[in-house]
């Protein structure tokens, strides 16, 4: 640590312990405290932390644990994974983090993760979204290199950024992209809202758009199969019930779900 | 210093200083956070310096406009006694109190492609979205009410007594405006540039939803700053803080010469 990060993480507690003297420390009130004999049931609140792209298919497997284990409450944040990964290395208090791609879930090391975790639990690929019926006739990576098509894609940064560079080498091809969106629900948007001719976005963004657009796979997509991962964080306040959550994403159930929504299998 | 007659209660300033510190705190913790062996390579990078330019370009560009749009509009506002033009008041000034990501959404129905401007714009061969137009447009739209209630307060503070005398003396309407109303609005058109120029340097959300985010087109410096801070949190952070001083340096003067003649910028 530096002289000058020093004082600015002394500058920052000060601030802290002033500003939010009243509020208790967040994460270490444990309503109920876990039990260690596997035959008990499981209760209490599990927080998971997960990718954007997670949201509607996380949203549902909460539902189900829930209801599979009555007096459980699963609540979730969704965001981009670096996101997250920099809110959990702050402090957040996570109990289970799945990320978008490996590298985020890299981030964290053996002090952050519980022994055992992470383990990939979904895979994905790219497509190519298009307006409803497909009006600019698009059925391959080449077709949007084509002068009249606006195309937009992640910028190189975000994981679907790297995915888009990825199929771009593979295919040979230099895309043009009119804007470089911060996430892939920006890509999808500008696709959705007309703004834009083609996108490349997430298989399960495509299936989770409702017909808002219609996907054109291709076969360059296979060059980069982005695999997700799970782990259960060491400081979780109850790592069994968080393990439980993090098992059931992995179960068949669960990965029936992330089946239906277009995910992959690792 | 001399003796304010009205006094300050002893304890106002203990909420204050808190008050203070509470914005001073973390700006300052963000520069402790700054790797200053590597500040000056990060800061000058091609990627950094694209998207400086690209942001004090737009952000004159649409103080400029706001100013043109935007003053009338406040001279009017401040003329008019109608309930009418109080309903017009609010709405302009709507962007105000309206989180930029729905003003982009706002915009994006308007001049988007299948907008109803951006479609006819469209037809003549114009092309609005994903352009440096899109970037001004979503400046002005956002930064435009600070002008706007800047100026009509500056012009509402003192009478009209000034413009009826020149108007009695036979002064023409136009003439009444350039000769006498806008020296009385002066102050008040400096803090508003002021204002509307560093609110449009610091515009994102609008422009994140509206305008979209390439390299040296769209790319400005908060949009850069918030792309940077998935991968490289040091270039982030530094960028950051070259926002920081921009606007310390766009605000400060402003403000230090309203403290001392007891005129604050802010509308």
Redesign the interface.
């Known amino acids: 640590m530096?002289p000058?990060?020093?004082?600015?993480?002394g500058?920052?507690i000060?601030?802290a312990s002033?500003?939010l003297a009243a509020c208790s420390s967040n994460g270490q009130v444990t309503a109920g405290s876990p039990t260690d004999d596997p035959s008990s049931a499981l209760r209490g609140e599990v927080t998971v932390f997960a990718a954007a792209s997670l949201q509607q298919t996380f949203t549902a497997l909460g539902d189900r644990f829930e209801q599979e284990h009555p007096g459980t409450t699963v609540r979730f944040s969704f965001a981009?994974s670096?996101d997250l990964v920099?809110q959990i290395r702050n402090g957040a208090p996570a109990d289970v983090f799945a990320s978008a791609d490996q590298a985020n879930m890299a981030k964290l090391d053996d002090s952050d993760l519980a022994s055992g975790w992470p383990r990939d639990f979904a895979t994905n690929v790219l497509e190519i979204a298009v307006a409803p019926g497909n009006p600019k006739g698009i059925r391959s990576l080449e077709d949007l290199t084509a002068t009249d098509v606006?195309l937009?894609t992640c910028?190189a940064?975000?994981p679907c950024g790297a995915a888009t560079a990825a199929v771009e080498r593979a295919g040979g091809v230099d895309l043009r992209?009119?804007?470089?969106?911060?996430s892939v629900t920006?890509v999808l948007g500008?696709v959705e809202?007309?703004?834009?001719d083609a996108g490349l976005v997430y298989v399960t963004d495509v299936a989770g758009a409702d017909g808002g657009v219609d996907g054109v796979p291709f076969d360059e997509s296979a060059e980069a199969v982005n695999t997700y991962p799970i782990g259960v964080l060491r400081g979780a306040e109850d790592p069994r019930l968080a393990t439980a959550f993090a098992a059931y994403v992995r179960s068949a159930a669960g990965q029936r779900v992330l089946a239906d929504a277009g995910f992959g299998t690792p | 210093m001399t003796r304010d007659p009205v006094g300050t209660p002893w304890w106002l300033p203990v909420p204050a200083l808190l008050g203070g510190l509470f914005v001073v705190v973390p700006v300052l913790a963000m520069v402790g956070r700054v790797d200053w062996t590597s500040f000056v390579a990060l800061v000058t990078s091609r990627s950094s310096l694209t998207a400086l330019g690209l942001s004090l370009g737009t952000a004159a560009a649409a103080t400029g406009i706001a100013f043109v749009l935007g003053f009338p509009l406040a001279v009017l506002f401040a003329r008019a006694r109608s309930r009418w033009v109080g309903v017009a008041r609010a709405v302009v000034l709507l962007p105000l109190v309206l989180p930029p990501v729905v003003g982009g959404l706002a915009l994006l129905a308007a001049f988007g492609r299948i907008g109803p401007v951006g479609a006819f714009l469209a037809d003549h061969g114009l092309r609005i979205a994903f352009t440096t137009a899109a970037v001004v447009i979503a400046q002005v739209f956002v930064a435009m009410p600070f002008l706007v209630s800047s100026i009509e307060g500056a012009l509402r503070v003192g009478d009209d007594r000034l413009e009826r005398v020149a108007a009695t003396l036979g002064a023409r309407p136009s003439r009444v405006l350039l000769t006498v109303t806008v020296p009385r609005a002066l102050p008040g058109i400096g803090s508003g540039l002021v204002l509307c120029f560093a609110r449009a340097l610091g515009e994102f959300g609008a422009t994140l939803t509206f305008a979209g985010s390439l390299e040296g087109v769209t790319r400005t410096l908060p949009l850069e700053v918030y792309l940077q801070r998935e991968v490289d949190p040091d270039t982030a952070v530094a960028l950051a803080l070259v926002l920081v001083v921009v606007a310390l340096v766009v605000i400060g003067p402003s403000s230090i010469r309203g403290a001392r003649s007891g005129r604050v910028a802010a509308p």
């Open positions: 530096t000058s990060t020093r004082l600015g993480a500058i920052a000060v601030a002033v500003l981009g670096s920099s606006q937009v910028a940064p975000v992209p009119v804007s470089e969106e911060q920006d500008k809202s007309g703004q834009a």
